[in-house]
């Protein structure tokens, strides 16, 4: 999934500024759009949720080389953007947001009543660096990365049910780097930026079980999340 939105987003960017550079345009659009010390939007997306997993003792399953199976699905990304500019290429950017997703979850080795269906909903709050290419007729490349923190609202953290009960358990709090890359688009109205991003939760997420050797929790050292965002930004 994450190579068919990879895909999906590369080649949306490459229709974008193919049409901006070969068409002959010679109108500029928002000629003083960056001329703005505080700049406001909103953005609509999609992401892609994984678990990243460290074993206290690594004994994967010969036929998956892994312990656990996720499966990931496609959710959605909403929120607000401001956006404060610190140079002609560099921008400081604050973008809360609420995000939607679904994963699968299931021990490996164990029978198929271990699967487990977790659905998050986060509030999302990153701190970015945007770092921009000089603008080329109507776009302009960036790359951007920073820090941010989420608080899951699914987490199941204050549960007093665990696995044993059916109950998958997270923290409510994380915290995450990210690093990405997109292109703003300079159109008649607003400038629109579509983006591709990376974002890797750095702190360990998951509640232990009761039960020591429970199979869930018993063997894993750390559990982080990762995941892709593919946002539209509207300015």
Request: glycine share 6%; with cysteine; hydrophobic share 40%.
């Amino acid at each position: 999934m994450k190579k068919i939105l990879m895909i999906t987003f590369l080649a949306l960017c490459f229709n974008a500024a193919n049409a901006q550079i070969f068409s002959g345009e010679s109108v500029l659009n928002q000629q003083n759009f960056d001329q703005q010390r505080w700049s406001w939007g909103y953005f609509l997306g999609f992401n892609s949720y994984d678990f990243n997993f460290d074993y206290i003792n690594y004994n994967p399953s010969p036929v998956t080389g892994q312990d656990f199976r996720v499966e990931k699905r496609v959710g959605f990304n909403v929120g607000l953007l401001g956006n404060l500019k610190l140079s002609h290429n560099l921008d400081l950017r604050l973008e809360p947001g609420v995000n939607f997703n679904t994963r699968g979850f299931q021990a490996v080795k164990a029978d198929a009543n271990t699967y487990r269906e977790i659905s998050s909903t986060y509030v999302h709050i990153p701190l970015l660096l945007k770092f921009s290419a000089n603008r080329l007729n109507n776009f302009k490349p960036f790359v951007v990365g920073g820090v941010s923190t989420s608080l899951n609202l699914s987490s199941n953290e204050n549960n007093p049910d665990d696995n044993s009960a059916g109950q998958f358990r997270m923290t409510t709090n994380s915290y995450y780097y990210e690093i990405g890359f997109g292109i703003d688009l300079y159109l008649y109205y607003f400038k629109l930026s579509p983006s591709i991003r990376g974002v890797f939760a750095i702190n360990d997420e998951l509640i232990r079980d009761a039960d020591p050797n429970s199979i869930y929790t018993g063997n894993v050292d750390k559990m982080s999340s990762r995941a892709v965002f593919i946002n539209f930004t509207f300015q």
